[in-house]
């Protein structure tokens, strides 16, 4: 791939990075602090955009990519078509969200409002479409990585895109807390509708003309097709695929199950208004993980994916834990240090973990990269829909914020444990060895059928 194309792929997460900032720290704050929404319900809904993948769309729109071209090219339209799927459905959101009207205090009237709201069932369905565009956007856009870009440079790839993600959202992020000042329901709507025009325009110059019509995939990175069904077989029998799907899991619960919880912890906790929880949390945690992210995935090659993971697991674990010190102590001094910490942990894990998906594809990068999303979504979705969930049981039981977050956080520092314990087992040949086993058996199996 020529160095113009590898730079501006690198670029296409960027309108990701505006879209999820605005929806993971600004929308979910305002549902749980202005509108009274309740956390479980308004995680719930942002945890919705993960919830297709759950039920296998990445693998069959990796496998779909794998199989099928359209006007020639296999990965660039299924980007597009999630482009346009995710900016549709962010732009409605904000208006949609003020149409959520909930009361009551007990669960049962909590449940019994929400069953019969008719503005959070437009909600259910916006965020539906968003994850589903999400969901198709990203699997295309990660196989086509794999495709075409040399395993040495993969990490590097990774390390700059979602660099420029992180860096994106917190630049959005400050931008779009200054202007909400003076907040108002008009004001949010007109700061999703910029942000999605810019999101669309970003992905259109990412992505277009980077994959050749036509192309033939470099040797060795992708081998024969298999049927969606034959897909399944293949990562429902293999034990090392299985393995690699639960680091998977557990490796990006520990990672994303906080991201949506940081704005309402500063609000509840320290009591900090939007335009203050917006210029912390991204620019402090998010700047030294934008930092260490780009630092380790140009360091990768050198000291290797599983050094990279164990330094940001140690990391992460630590910062999480002077997160609740600085909670309780209600020290922002400590707290401020505490998110440089978890940054970096956070900024070092991620690039490795998603450099090591990358590579673990044994030449079938739709299925498998479908397969690595699935798992992926689904600890993001439990890991935001279960931060509601802890926040508002814990919170009911104690009536102290601070108990609910730390509930959250120590989750996450026991993940990081996990990940590490299972890290030593993962092995990239024995992985493409059963993948190779594996697929001769279903190739043998269906001629013998």
């Known amino acids: 791939m020529k160095t113009i194309n590898l730079v501006r792929i690198s670029l296409f997460q960027m309108g990701f990075g505006i879209m999820l900032g605005f929806v993971q720290d600004i929308l979910n704050r305002v549902m749980i602090k202005e509108l009274f929404i309740p956390a479980t319900i308004a995680l719930g809904l942002i945890s919705l955009k993960e919830l297709l993948a759950i039920f296998g769309v990445k693998v069959w729109i990796g496998n779909l990519s794998d199989r099928f071209s359209i006007l020639g090219y296999r990965r660039t339209p299924y980007i597009l078509i999630g482009l346009v799927s995710c900016v549709v459905s962010f732009i409605l959101s904000p208006s949609a969200a003020y149409e959520v009207h909930m009361s009551g205090t007990s669960f049962s009237e909590i449940v019994s409002v929400a069953l019969t709201d008719v503005g959070l069932w437009k909600l259910c369905l916006i965020f539906l479409v968003f994850g589903f565009g999400l969901q198709v956007a990203t699997t295309a856009y990660y196989a086509l990585i794999a495709d075409n870009v040399a395993e040495e440079h993969i990490g590097k790839i990774a390390g700059a895109s979602w660099t420029l993600m992180v860096l994106t959202a917190i630049i959005s992020n400050l931008t779009i807390g200054s202007y909400l000042k003076v907040f108002s329901p008009e004001r949010l709507t007109q700061v999703a509708e910029t942000c999605g025009l810019i999101a669309f325009l970003m992905g259109l110059v990412a992505v277009l003309g980077v994959e050749e019509r036509n192309a033939v995939v470099t040797k060795g990175k992708e081998k024969h097709s298999i049927t969606f069904p034959q897909s399944i077989r293949l990562l429902s029998s293999s034990p090392r695929t299985l393995q690699f799907a639960f680091y998977v899991f557990i490796s990006i619960f520990a990672l994303f199950a906080n991201e949506v919880v940081m704005d309402p912890f500063g609000a509840e906790v320290f009591g900090m208004p939007v335009s203050a929880t917006t210029k912390l949390f991204k620019p402090m945690m998010g700047g030294t993980q934008l930092i260490f992210m780009l630092l380790t995935g140009f360091l990768l090659s050198r000291i290797g994916f599983k050094r990279g993971a164990y330094f940001g697991n140690l990391f992460g674990a630590i910062g999480f834990g002077m997160i609740i010190m600085a909670g309780f102590a209600r020290d922002m001094t400590l707290l401020r240090i505490a998110l440089v910490v978890t940054g970096a942990g956070l900024g070092a894990a991620s690039v490795s973990n998603i450099t090591m998906m990358m590579n673990m594809t044994a030449g079938r990068s739709g299925v498998y990269m479908g397969l690595w999303g699935t798992a992926q979504s689904l600890a993001i979705f439990l890991g935001h829909s ?39 087992h993962i092995s990239k040949e024995a992985f493409e060895a059963e993948s190779e086993a594996k697929i001769s058996g279903i190739a043998a199996a269906a001629k013998a059928g």
């Open 386 to 424: 279960g931060a509601g969930v802890i926040r508002d049981v814990v919170f009911s039981l104690t009536g102290n914020h601070m108990m609910a977050y730390s509930g959250i956080f120590i989750l996450e520092i026991i993940a990081f444990a996990i990940s590490s314990l299972v890290l030593p």
